[in-house]
């Protein structure tokens, strides 16, 4: 593993001692969010990115490995393993290399070639590769033999030939070229398959397509496949032909002689009977791959804007998934989100029903002190709003919500067992308000595949999407740390050292003992050890505790420190935290030590200023141009405020409030040039945007974000537009450079 680390520093820019370190953290189980936080001097102040990309690259290098392993093992036993090859398998770097070393020994079903070989043309073959001057057809006669199924001169080369076309296509090097022509020159083709016109009329852009390997965007890769996999599209890979056989010439054909020939025969059949379906479904499993990462990388860096949405905190909600036939389903919640009453109003089926629904909604508004309204974005969602703005509540914020996953988590187990007596248009209404107050509290309880986010996401490797998924929620949820004694069990599963057991016995201990009043309690719940609570400590607050720093994300490791901190400072924790003139005192480089540097101890004086301060945006009411509620309502030019709901590789989409989200294409999010949608907006990013083209049949709108330009002299001076750190964009730069 030795060799790894210097590898993987290398690869990563790190040093040894950084990848070293992190690994054995890893390997004694802790997490990244744990090691990122609380373990800065031991790594050099890693993030959470680089910490990723170590434990996913050790992890491939394992695997590269127990491959190595078992191929030396098979070649072993099969008596093949020469001091060369093995050198050679040792060095090998990547998997395509090991696999296409151990090709020519690999077991194999029965080939042109090994039928061949069984009819003894074998040194006919070695013969003609030698490529020296003598009468092919001569020596091809000593081979001809009835009994073996050798019938004449022209048998003889035609079998000579396919055992050197199957040496050739297992040949590393010429192996190797082939592929990196494809990779550099490859052209993807795509076309309709006859009759499917009408059928696939969703992929009439790929119906006559051609597109090169190396730039191929992951959006229209998966596209492509999905229309070949609904039967819809013919996908063909290949490269170049000419090309491709004069590698190979130069790689087998040695002068010109009539043996020349035959190889030149060979090279040719090769290429097309063996290297290119080979190479083509190799090629396509690369680019597949690379894809899916991409797409991946989309749907996670959407999930996270989505996750870390600004919540609105503790308020009495009353929220509203609205319908018109069946009418809208009310629900007023408490400052924890508890349900406190349901019904249900018609405010859309005619004067009598909307005026009873005016009468209920402003009944319970007083009742139960309602300080916002959450109204889901779905059918009826706009006019549903209308309804509730003209009521003209005093002193009431009245928000549209986005209710992506809301029925998917209203027919769960979770939802089920929390609302065992509800039905299902209930729960949706409950996770609508909830979803106000804190989305990732309420978001979390979802399969992060269905919240309304990402790019072909049934497509990628499923396996991959979720690990990918996992990761992302778990670092939303540590970062912003979690009130322990009002958390699901949902959310603290996703707390560092946790998981949904720790999680559920956590809930169950509270319930029957009451709220924690210290972090320090944990130790009691049953099977939480202190790994787990070295683990989870940190993320878990407790909010009014007997202890201030259970309430900040200073670790519990670390209370003495801050202790002493106060003591020489003549004055109590508690004083440190709320008086900024003391904290200014503490000179931190007094307190370093083998184990506590000064990345801890900054930490630890921005969270005595800031107790468990949440990295989330400050909430801000949005609404809809009023009037614009179909598309049919749109026009050519007019600008209206959107949310942005989706971000792709080629644009980001916004709802702007007519039940059909707009694109605002790559082009158009920007006047200068964008070459990722993330370098201009975010998921759930309030934005103005411009109709520029509404096809109503085909139900697509056009945006523009595209600003009128100012003069020069306007502009301010300096002004610049602040960076935005992308965490799955930059764990996926880390990763190209090994992948």
């Known amino acids: ?67 190595r392993e078992a191929i030396l093992k098979s070649l072993t036993e099969l008596g093949k393993l020469s001091p060369e090859l093995e050198k050679s398998l040792h060095e090998a770097e990547t998997l395509s290399v090991l696999e296409d070393l151990y090709l020519p020994y690999r077991p194999k079903r029965k080939t042109r070639a090994s039928a061949a ?58 192996r190797a070229k082939i592929r990196e022509l494809f990779i550099e020159k490859g052209e993807f083709s795509s076309k309709v398959i006859e009759g499917k016109e009408e059928e696939g009329a969703k992929y009439k852009d790929y119906f006559e397509w051609t597109e090169p390997v190396k730039t191929a965007p992951s959006h229209r890769i998966l596209a492509m496949r999905r229309g070949e996999k609904e039967l819809v599209l013919s996908l063909d890979v290949y490269p170049p032909e000419d090309d491709s056989i004069a590698i190979l010439d130069r790689f087998f054909v040695k002068g010109n002689t009539a043996a020349s020939d035959q190889v030149r025969l060979a090279v040719a059949d090769s290429f097309k009977r063996l290297l290119k379906p080979s190479m083509e479904t190799e090629i396509r499993l690369l680019t597949k791959k690379k894809a899916d990462e991409e797409a991946i990388r989309v749907f996670a860096e959407n999930a996270r804007q989505l996750l870390l949405a600004a919540p609105m905190g503790q308020k009495r909600i009353m929220a509203i998934d609205p319908g018109f036939r069946t ?6 919640l408490d400052e924890q989100g508890q349900l406190l009453e349901n019904t249900t109003i ?17 009944h319970l508004a007083g009742r139960y002190s309602v300080e916002a309204i959450a109204i889901g974005n779905g059918t009826a969602g706009r006019e549903t709003e209308a309804f509730i703005r003209a009521l003209n509540l005093p002193a009431l914020q009245i928000v549209m919500v986005n209710e992506s ?57 499923q396996n991959k999407l979720q690990t990918s998924l996992d990761d992302t929620v778990i670092s939303c949820v540590n970062a912003v740390g979690v009130e322990l004694n009002t958390a699901s069990k949902q959310i603290l599963a996703y ?90 005192k503490i000179k931190p480089e007094k307190y370093v030590s083998e184990k506590v540097g000064l990345p801890t101890l900054n930490d630890i004086l921005q969270e005595l200023a800031k107790p468990g301060r949440d990295p989330r945006e400050k909430f801000e009411t949005f609404s809809f141009t009023d009037g614009v509620n179909e598309i049919g309502d749109l026009r050519t030019g007019m600008k209206l405020p ?9 644009g980001a989409f916004v709802d702007i409030g007519v039940h059909q989200d707009g694109l605002v294409h790559l082009s158009q999010l920007s006047n200068r040039f964008v070459k990722d949608p993330n370098e201009v907006v975010k998921v759930h990013q309030k ?45 996926a730069a880390l990763k190209s450079k090994f992948s």
Do not use: W
């Open 346 to 362: 018609y405010p859309h089926t005619g004067a009598g029903g909307a005026a009873e629904a005016q009468k209920t909604v402003i």
């Open 405 to 461: 996953g809301a029925s998917i988590y209203s027919a769960s187990e979770v939802a089920r067992e929390e609302f065992p007596d509800k039905d299902v248009t209930v729960r949706g209404a409950v996770s609508i308000g909830r979803r106000l107050m804190d989305p990732l509290a309420e978001l979390v309880k979802i399969d992060p595949k269905s919240i309304g986010v990402g790019q072909y996401q049934h497509d990628v490797d």
């Open 117 to 174: 070989r069984e009819k003894g043309l074998q040194p006919l073959a070695d013969r003609i590769l030698e490529q020296g001057a003598f009468d092919i057809l001569a020596e091809a006669s000593k081979f001809v033999d009835d009994q073996k199924g050798v019938n004449s001169d022209a048998e003889a080369l035609a079998g000579a030939r396919d055992i050197i076309a199957e040496q050739i296509s297992e040949n590393a090097d010429a």
């Open 642 to 650: 959107g949310i942005v709901t989706n971000i792709t590789n080629f």
């Open 495 to 584: 707390v560092s050292g946790l998981g949904p057991q720790l999680a559920k016995s956590i809930v169950e201990f509270r319930n029957k003992n009451g709220a924690f009043k210290r972090r320090e309690e944990l130790k009691q719940v049953p099977r939480l050890g202190e790994k787990a609570f070295e683990q989870s400590a940190g993320f878990l607050r407790i909010r009014n505790a007997e202890n201030p720093l259970d309430a900040s994300a200073v670790h519990p490791e670390r209370y003495t420190l801050v202790k002493q901190i106060a003591k020489d400072l003549d004055c109590t924790v508690e004083d440190l935290m709320k008086d900024d003139t003391l904290r200014k």
């Open 687 to 731: 934005v103005e945007v411009t109709v520029t083209e509404v096809d109503v049949a085909r139900r697509r709108i056009s945006l523009s974000m595209k600003k009128e330009e100012r003069p020069a002299q306007q502009q301010k001076k300096g002004e610049k537009r602040p960076e935005k750190v992308d965490f799955n964009a930059k764990l």
């Open 327 to 332: 009418g809208c389903k009310v629900v007023c």
């Open 1 to 67: 593993m030795i060799a790894h680390f210097k590898k993987i520093a290398a690869e990563l820019s790190l040093s040894e001692k950084q990848v070293s370190t992190t690994v054995a953290l890893l390997n004694e189980g802790a997490t990244v969010p744990f090691i990122s936080r609380y373990r800065k001097e031991m790594t050099g102040s890693l993030d959470e990115v680089q910490i990723a990309a170590i434990r996913d690259r050790a992890e491939q290098l394992r695997e590269l490995d127990k491959r």
